[in-house]
Nanobody, 123 residues
Framework: QVQLVESGGGLVQAGGSLRLSCAAS????????MGWLRQAPGKEREFVAA????????YYGDSVKGRFTISRDNAKNTVYLQMNSLKPEDTAVYHC????????????????WGQGTLVTVSS
């Protein structure tokens, strides 16, 4: 199973930016579709973004389109989430996720998860 470790979370003011990173190990990184999901207190888990094996295709949840950008570096076994124009409603624990199947770009049911990193956006 692939292991995932997120970093880059923190406290930021509304309108600011953060860049999350997720380092993967244990399996061939380029064999996995990578994604980000988030969960705010008292709310259900929400799909944020996904990226195809090579990085050619990206997918976003409606609430982050135009503000967030997912990217990956297969040489570094790392996936990133650049978050701009942050809003208080973006406050959540952000989890990196991975799956061998590209169906997850539709189902969002990733098989492997990281522990998450907390992003807090103050108003």
């Amino acid at each position: 199973q692939v292991q995932l470790v997120e970093s880059g979370g923190g406290l930021v003011q509304a309108g600011g930016s953060l860049r999350l990173s997720c380092a993967a190990s244990g399996r061939t990184f380029s064999n996995y579709v990578m994604g980000w999901l988030r969960q705010a207190p008292g709310k259900e888990r929400e799909f944020v973004a996904a990226i195809s094996y090579s990085g050619d295709n990206t997918y976003y949840g409606d609430s982050v389109k135009g503000r967030f950008t997912i990217s990956r570096d297969n040489a570094k076994n790392t996936v990133y989430l650049q978050m701009n124009s942050l809003k208080p409603e973006d406050t959540a624990v952000y989890h990196c996720a991975a799956d061998r199947s590209d169906l997850v770009t539709v189902t969002h049911t990733f098989g492997a998860w990281g522990q998450g990193t907390l992003v807090t956006v103050s108003s």
